[in-house]
DNA sequence: CTGAAAGCGCTTACAG
DNA sequence: CTGAAAGCGCTTACAG
């Protein structure tokens, strides 16, 4: 079944079906009708292909997922307590306002060069990029290609010093400067001097806040910074733990650790209980992101909470807004943390 | 640019582009490596919506994840332990064959009707079902449109009886019985004689395979089914929780608890812990599938391993089969489950 | 082995 | 308000 034949039984042309599919004004309402009916009774659905040659968008946009990191374990991705609940909330937001979402991971620069093809061959209206590394080249390529792009998690300035079109680009962050502060602040009340920090990828415009926000805030109550707590852990708990053991068999251990995300937290708390430390009791652990299993370890993780539904929601939301406006402003948006407190710090005070 | 930009500069006609594209034989390897270079050299993609409306493929599968439950909470699919790796190991493995997936979550009747659309335009070469339940329709009705089906997790015997043309369909299962056996009658051998059950949904193949097999092989040891031991979860934590407290409530309690999942099985330890009971010591829980916080909860839960990983690989690569080929004969496969034995069990026997 | 031409199913100026 | 026609960028008989 195609457009011509429902022209043919409604007695109109292919035009004027096309005019009341896109919803063109230029129909009077009995003639609208009388198409729709027709649609209607014969399931008609317009051929999307030839819906996109003739110039008209595709209803998808991509979500695709940078995970460029040699020694990580290349398929957990979706597994991820990061990339999951995007994952989710993404394609249910789409799907929910008509749109369909194609998912490609990129591991490699091949993948990433499939991932230009879809720009390219217009397959996808525009997309949602997440994982992005510090590195402006992938997102002036992907801009090129004159789809609407909307990052998750990246560093307004570097955007702005290289000069690139913005017409069609969002950003989409959270305050995860703000969000370490309350937590550094946190172990300070409770009587806390020697924090260490496990942290984040470098790469990252997270993993940098995060970090940034550590060195600020100790700085700022005067507290001092020792190298041999300052372990990195890119964000890998793999990492985490091997440091975590090798601070360990260094005999020092600081009284709190801040880790940069949940995963690097229990991965740490892990080692330090095979090791027989005690968990507050020893040491006081905060984690970042509030991911599921931060409330199911034990002790439970306090953490702090990444607004990644809402950040997801609103990335689907501006990418769909851009698809169909055409194009606007620049626009970036920053959602708050919040400091999820558990049963994995105690308070020096007493 | 154009296949027919591509042509000009090549000295050929858009037929011979198209024949190299398509890696045709009747190409002379000089005229071929010619074209090749100069689609080389321009970076030239073809336009994906012209292919597919000339009638070849879009190298595109589709993903989709079907939950109709009236009480489960709906946004929480791909974080879900069952659904998560499964997106995951499916995009990776499609997009390592040079595959594009396309996801959809199949909520309500309506999302139904867009994955049927999804096929009906023709976005998608075939598709991935999960989640199915006992109905047929949905799956005749996809069958019906001509693309090739691949389904995790459903009864062979129902698609035989209905007689439907299986031609371009294919069945992907784990040996759930089995698997259920071997954990009953490792708590046998544990030395428990009343075991209790928590059901997941029974109108979904693995539901209804993993109680049969509580069953069978508790008839086949001699030992009593109550009623009052066999709790209906739907596989949902909130309502494992709920039965268990009915349960406590009840004051009668088996020494043994098989869950048919471990988010049915982590919230049944949760609800018993809060009310005083101790796990193993007081009653032992095996869980099923072995998601990722199995290992995790205290004290660590024996559950089967579901080998969602495997099952999720060998759903690509028969779908891209079926794709690719035409079609071919109907299949089915089946993997072995594996019990993975951890703290959440206590012997009776001395 | 290869090109001209028709066709895939839409949309959109254009003319009326 | 509406239709005929061109065009989107491919593929594939068909004819040679």
Redesign the pocket.
């Known amino acids: ?4 034949d ?2 043919k039984l409604a ?9 009341v ?2 919803n ?5 309402a009995a ?1 609208r009708e009388k198409v729709l009916r027709i649609i209607e009774q014969h399931h ?4 999307s ?3 996109a ?4 968008g595709t209803d998808t946009i991509g979500l695709f997922a940078i995970s460029m990191n040699e020694n990580e374990d290349e398929s957990r991705i979706y597994q991820n307590s990061y990339f999951a609940p995007i994952v989710d909330i993404v394609v249910d937001t789409a799907n929910a306002q008509g749109f369909y979402v194609l998912i490609h991971t990129i591991y490699s620069p091949d993948d990433f060069q499939k991932v230009k093809q879809a720009f390219q061959q217009k397959r996808i209206d525009g997309g949602i990029l997440v994982g992005t590394q510090r590195d402006i080249n992938f997102v002036s390529d992907m801009l090129g290609e004159g789809a609407p792009l909307v990052l998750i998690d990246y560093d307004i300035t570097e955007i702005i010093n290289e000069r690139l079109d913005k017409d069609h680009l969002s950003i989409i962050n959270s305050r995860d400067y703000e969000g370490t502060v309350e937590a550094i602040e946190y172990l300070i009340n409770l009587g806390h001097q020697e924090i260490g920090i496990i942290k984040g990828r470098m790469s990252t415009f997270s993993g940098r806040e995060r970090f940034l926000a550590y060195e600020n805030t100790l700085k700022k109550h005067g507290l001092p910074i020792h190298d041999h707590f300052v372990l990195s852990g890119d964000f890998l708990k793999e990492n985490a733990y091997r440091e975590v053991v090798r601070m360990l068999d260094s005999g020092k251990l600081p009284t709190a650790l801040f880790c940069s995300n949940d995963a690097m937290a229990i991965s740490a708390m892990d080692a330090l209980i095979q090791h027989g430390v005690t968990i507050p009791d020893d040491i006081s652990i905060v984690g970042f992101d509030d991911a599921l299993l931060a409330s199911h370890v034990s002790p439970k993780l306090t953490s702090v909470r990444l607004p990644i539904d809402e950040m997801s929601r609103a990335a689907v939301e501006k990418i769909i807004e851009l698809c169909q406006s055409g194009q606007s402003a620049f626009s970036t948006i920053s959602f708050p943390t919040q400091l999820i407190v558990r049963d994995s710090c105690k308070s020096l005070s007493n």
């Open positions: 079944m195609r457009s011509e429902i022209a007695g109109v042309s292919r035009s004027t079906v096309s005019r599919i896109n063109y004004p230029n129909v009077p003639t008609y659905e317009p051929n292909f030839a819906r040659l003739a110039g008209k």
